[in-house]
């Protein structure tokens, strides 16, 4: 496994991962209707669109993207996906530590994200603690997230 920036090519696989863990990974803890909405937003226009305001990652195994995270020109990371079959394999923990080292390289102090019920342990595990709960818009539903947030101090060379 190698992780490597984003290049453009890299968008459309982006976009399929993130739909399949949405659909296979988020669907135990949101009903049906908010994951077809959620899922039916990403693409990879979506990604190219967006590339020039942030940072991001991919893991990548024999060509195929296996997860993927970035982080805007803020204190925000703006999401981490793994794919259904490599959660639980520490990918999910390098790519977080990748964009961390990068935000406390930005000046960030204290690191944001909002999560999502089914990543909030994952984040906590990372020592993350949740600010408030609330809930975000995703097209015409609502999305019930977690506003996290952790201190930098810590977070690779001081």
Same mark, same amino acid.
């Given at each position: 496994?190698?992780?490597?920036?984003?290049?453009?090519?890299?968008?459309?696989?982006?976009?399929?991962?993130? !739909?399949?863990?949405?659909?296979?990974?988020?669907?135990?803890?949101?009903?049906?209707?908010? /994951?077809?909405?959620?899922?039916? !937003?990403?693409?990879?226009?979506?990604?190219?669109?967006?590339?020039?305001?942030?940072?991001?990652? /991919?893991? #990548?195994?024999?060509?195929?993207?296996?997860?993927?995270v970035?982080?805007?020109?803020?204190?925000?990371?703006?999401?981490?996906?793994?794919?259904?079959?490599?959660?639980?394999?520490?990918?999910?923990? !390098?790519?977080?530590? /990748?964009?961390?080292?990068?935000?406390?390289?930005q000046?960030?102090? $204290? $690191?944001?994200?909002?999560?999502?019920?089914?990543? !909030?342990?994952?984040y906590?595990?990372?020592?993350?603690?949740?600010?408030?709960?609330?809930?975000h818009? #995703?097209?015409?539903?609502?999305?019930?997230?977690? $506003?996290?947030?952790?201190?930098?101090?810590?977070?690779?060379?001081?």
């Open positions: 496994m190698k992780i490597r920036l984003v290049q453009d090519k890299d968008c459309a696989g982006m976009a399929r991962l993130q !739909r399949a863990t949405i659909r296979h990974v988020n669907s135990k803890d949101y009903s049906e209707d908010l /994951i077809k909405v959620w899922a039916g !937003r990403t693409n990879a226009k979506r990604f190219r669109d967006s590339a020039y305001k942030c940072k991001r990652w /991919i893991a #990548v195994e024999k060509d195929r993207i296996i997860g993927f970035e982080h805007g020109d803020d204190d925000e990371l703006w999401g981490l996906y793994v794919h259904k079959n490599y959660v639980g394999k520490g990918i999910g923990s !390098r790519l977080l530590n /990748i964009a961390e080292k990068s935000l406390k390289s000046g960030v102090k $204290i $690191i944001k994200i909002k999560s999502t019920i089914t990543a !909030r342990k994952f906590e595990k990372h020592g993350y603690k949740v600010v408030r709960k609330t809930l818009p #995703v097209e015409n539903k609502k999305l019930r997230i977690f $506003i996290m947030a952790k201190f930098t101090k810590g977070i690779g060379p001081e």
